[in-house]
């Protein structure tokens, strides 16, 4: 291994970053979403059971599970106090876009190295290939000349190869991750429709059965 990483040249450094940082940020996007997939699961229909007969209970509920987006969109709206259904409908969107950042967290540096990788390949190549000229003399098919011939073809090769390795793990974990994303904005739109329904059965029964107070308001 060692050998071939030398075989890269120069390049190989900024290629390892790029695998370095891409294996890190996997770790993490890849923890993060599983325990959101672990946790909501059973949440999200808990907290739809209870609200319409006891609105503080899923308030609660939520409460502990702040660390979860969807647990945080569903305080925002229940939060509110008496809101109307177009309050309501507001609020959970409004929350919805602002974890939206969160959920696509860097999406944008799996492609900046989705991007870079095969770059830094070719740039290797060219360095290969200017290193085989330099060296090559006509007429001279052994010694010097010919290893120097072998290095600089080697280091072009090892070089593109890496990178394109590089570039193809990454935009494999951009696409799983991004697929993620798209399940989970789904999930929070068919969640929160839910939620908005139960909320305006709740209106035409009786606002108090919705109304939420907060601390220092009187009931």
């Not at 609105?55 to 008496?82: C, E, M, N, V």
């Not at 959970?92 to 540096?109: G, I, M, N, V, Y």
């Not at 990788?117 to 290939?129: E, K, M």
Request: proline share 5%; net charge positive; glycine share 10%.
């Amino acid at each position: 291994m060692g050998n071939w990483f030398v075989a890269g040249g120069i390049v190989m450094w900024p290629l390892l970053l790029c695998s370095l940082l891409t294996l890190a940020l996997a770790i993490e996007r890849g923890w993060f979403w599983l325990q959101i997939s672990r946790q909501q699961r059973g949440l999200v229909p808990q907290v739809l059971n209870t609200f319409s007969q006891n609105p503080q209970r899923a308030i609660a509920k939520l409460k502990q599970h702040q660390q979860l987006p969807i647990a945080r969109i569903f305080l925002a709206a229940l939060t509110l106090g008496d809101a109307t259904p177009e309050e309501f409908s507001l609020a959970l969107e409004s929350a919805a876009q602002a974890e939206l950042p969160l959920l696509k967290r860097f999406q944008t540096l799996f492609e900046t190295v989705v991007g870079v990788a095969p770059l830094l390949g070719l740039l290797g190549t060219v360095l290969g290939l200017m290193q085989t000229f330099s060296t090559l003399r006509l007429g001279e098919t052994s010694g010097p000349a010919a290893a120097g011939v072998t290095a600089g073809v080697s280091e072009a090769l090892t070089s593109t190869a890496a990178g394109l390795v590089v570039a193809l793990v990454a935009l494999l974990l951009a696409n799983l991750f991004q697929g993620l994303y798209r399940r989970q904005r789904a999930f929070i739109q068919a969640a929160g429709g839910k939620l908005e329904i139960l909320h305006r059965r709740a209106q035409r029964q009786g606002p108090s059965s919705t109304t939420v107070y907060l601390p220092g308001q009187v009931p």
